[in-house]
């Protein structure tokens, strides 16, 4: 499975964007696709997933000023983040995973695939 993320840039505190990250090989709607982000000297962090069966889940940081979705049909995920700010600055990483657990949606060790990831910046 090849991942590829889009979407990230330069934008203002207050400011929005759209994550994409395109998926090719496999079933796309059999994996668990998760975002997760790492800022300069941290650990990567989880941001959101998504189930197959369209079952949402959210790190506290972003949970109610972002939205995961999926498509299926385009084999595409992604990632709406408002409200940004300076602390969401980071490398944003797509990840899709072979199975699903709800005790380990949040871990990095639960994805098999990663794409190369896109720079989000926000300027205070």
């Known amino acids: 499975v090849q991942l590829v993320e889009s979407g990230g840039g330069l934008v203002q505190a207050g400011g929005s964007l759209r994550l994409s990250c395109a998926a090719s090989?496999?079933?796309?709607?059999?994996?668990?696709m998760g975002w997760f982000r790492q800022a300069p000297g941290k650990e990567r962090e989880f941001v959101a997933a998504?189930?197959?069966?369209?079952?949402?889940y959210y790190a506290n940081s972003v949970k109610g000023r972002s939205t995961i979705s999926r498509d299926n049909a385009k084999n595409t995920v992604y990632l709406q983040m408002n409200s940004l700010n300076p602390e969401d600055t980071a490398v944003y990483y797509c990840?899709?995973?072979?199975?699903?657990?709800?005790?380990?949606?949040?871990?990095?060790?639960?994805?098999?695939?990663w794409g190369q990831g896109t720079q989000v910046t926000v300027s205070s």
């Open positions: 998504i189930t197959g069966s369209d079952s949402t």
């Open positions: 090989g496999g079933t796309f709607s059999f994996y668990v």
């Open positions: 990840a899709a995973a072979l199975f699903f657990s709800t005790v380990l949606v949040r871990s990095p060790s639960q994805y098999n695939y």
